[in-house]
């Protein structure tokens, strides 16, 4: 008697991605402040987060995070090209989030005479440091550069860090600071090594034997 067949199992039902809560801001005047802005966006929701970027001269990109999803619609809504100081705005929703969600931040551009002191004095007005890691080559610094992770006591401290020194030009270099993500990479390179490394492996004993 034949055995049943078992079904085949059950897909597993795809992640449905949150509403985003967050908005993207360009078209800026050059002289707007956080404050002007943030006074600007209070008026459509409250706010929960706020990041401004200068990523060079004469270009200001905002990020805004309002408590619900509703509130970011409503934002686009009232403020996608409005005239703000004579520059029109481009708002919209953003689907990846560019705030921090940590208290962690990535900062690059350091010069090679980088210390964990140093890095904390340049810092120290962002916030409370709950550890900095000690500056290195490789990995995310470019040629003649060292990079390190901060870690802030409040997220909102790394958002301060982002705002404050992201582009911005210290002993030379200028710095790259972004939030630091909590996915890990798989060494795809190591395990195809090590693959690699016990084919070799059985072969000599094969030749051994």
Same mark, same amino acid.
């Given at each position: 008697?034949?055995?049943?067949?078992?079904?085949p199992p059950a897909k597993k039902a795809a992640v449905e991605r949150k509403p985003s809560k967050e908005i993207f801001v360009r078209g800026i005047?050059?002289?707007?402040?956080?404050?002007?802005?943030?006074?600007?966006?209070?008026?459509?929701?409250?706010?929960?987060?706020?990041?401004?970027?200068?990523?060079?001269p004469g270009a200001r990109r905002a990020y805004v995070e309002f408590k619900t999803h509703e509130d970011a619609v409503k934002a686009v809504k009232q403020f996608n090209g409005k005239t703000v100081d004579g520059h029109k705005l481009e708002v919209q929703l953003v689907e990846k989030s560019k705030l921090p969600k940590s208290s962690k931040v990535c900062v690059a551009g350091l010069s090679k005479d980088a210390t964990v002191e140093s890095v904390q004095g340049m810092l120290k007005d962002c916030g409370t440091f709950k550890k900095v890691a000690k500056p290195r080559a490789g990995h995310y610094a470019k040629v003649d550069t060292f990079w390190t992770v901060?870690?802030? &006591? +409040?997220?909102?401290?790394? *958002? !301060?860090?982002?705002?404050?020194?992201?582009? /911005? $030009?210290?002993?030379?270099?200028?710095?790259?600071?972004?939030p630091k993500s909590h996915k890990k990479v798989k060494? &795809? +390179?190591?395990?195809?090594? *090590? !693959?690699?490394?016990?084919?070799?492996?059985? /072969? $000599?004993?094969?030749?051994?034997?």
């Open positions: 008697m034949a055995m049943p067949v078992p079904p005047a050059d002289d707007a402040t956080k404050d002007t802005l943030l006074a600007l966006f209070k008026a459509a929701a409250p706010i929960k987060a706020f990041v401004m970027r200068i990523p060079k901060v870690t802030f &006591a +409040k997220r909102q401290e790394a *958002a !301060k860090a982002i705002e404050q020194f992201d582009g /911005k $030009e210290v002993d030379g270099q200028q710095l790259r600071v972004w060494p &795809a +390179k190591k395990e195809a090594g *090590a !693959k690699e490394e016990k084919k070799e492996e059985k /072969k $000599e004993e094969k030749k051994d034997e």
